[in-house]
């Protein structure tokens, strides 16, 4: 069975520094792709970037990148130059080739406050 | 990004009785979800709907509840009879394709069962 882990409850950084979250996962299957989603204060839930598990090279969007090391089964999610605004709770997600629903597992959650 | 639409955004409810959480999806996706989340905590999935059938549900899939999209309009989430413990945030999301694509999420229903 899928499982996404999150082990960071919460993190608090200064303005304009790098993050990391870390996220590692369990999968059975060969073939998987892995998310980065952010949780607005409102409640909105934004898609940021995504790796899929053939790919080695690792996935940059903007001022997000991740670090994905598959023998640990690790996907760091890392923020740079961080913003007031990026201030929300992030959530690691995992998707398997194999599953024949495309269900979508979820990590718990790391609260990120980044302060002035 | 793509934007999938809930009706309404907070809905208030006696226990007991049915309420019906509304989804208008992407337009051109095919895979439809509903994911509840409790006090901002853990988003856990409840059910897919694809072709008109549910693929795969959760055990927090209950009886009470039951998905539909009759005639490509909204995809809905209805509960009936409705229970105190209903009371959640539910998303509803889409994507194009079954796994190699992003999923998108709706701004979810504040559901609260009094």
């Known amino acids: 069975a899928q499982k996404v882990t999150q082990t960071q409850t919460s993190i608090s950084v200064m303005e304009k520094t790098t993050v990391t979250m870390d996220c590692v996962y369990e999968t059975q299957d060969s073939s998987y792709f892995l998310f980065w989603y952010k949780q607005t204060a409102s409640g909105e839930i934004v898609f940021l970037i995504r790796?899929?598990?053939?790919?080695?090279e690792n996935a940059t969007v903007g001022h997000y990148s991740l670090n994905f090391q598959k023998p640990k089964s690790s996907i760091g999610l890392i923020i740079t130059a961080t913003q007031i605004e990026d201030s929300a709770v992030y959530f690691c997600?995992?998707?398997?080739?194999?599953?024949?629903?495309?269900?979508?597992?979820f990590g718990d959650g790391t609260v990120l406050t980044v302060k002035p | 990004g793509p934007k999938v639409l809930q009706i309404p955004s907070h809905q208030i409810i006696d226990m007991g009785q049915m309420v019906t959480l509304n989804c208008d999806p992407v337009s051109n996706h095919l895979y439809f979800y509903w994911y509840k989340q409790i006090l901002g905590q853990q988003m856990e999935f409840l059910v897919n709907f694809y072709n008109g059938k549910v693929m795969e549900k959760s055990k927090l899939f209950k009886d009470q509840f039951s998905v539909e999209r009759p005639d490509g309009s909204y995809f809905t989430l209805k509960i009936q009879p409705t229970a105190l413990e209903d009371s959640a945030v539910y998303f509803c999301?889409?994507?194009?394709?079954?796994?190699?694509?992003?999923?998108?999420f709706g701004k979810g229903t504040r559901l609260t069962v009094v």
């Open positions: 997600a995992m998707r398997e080739e194999g599953t024949n629903t495309g269900k979508l597992t």
């Open positions: 999301a889409s994507s194009l394709e079954q796994t190699n694509t992003e999923v998108f």
């Open positions: 790796q899929d598990s053939y790919k080695k």
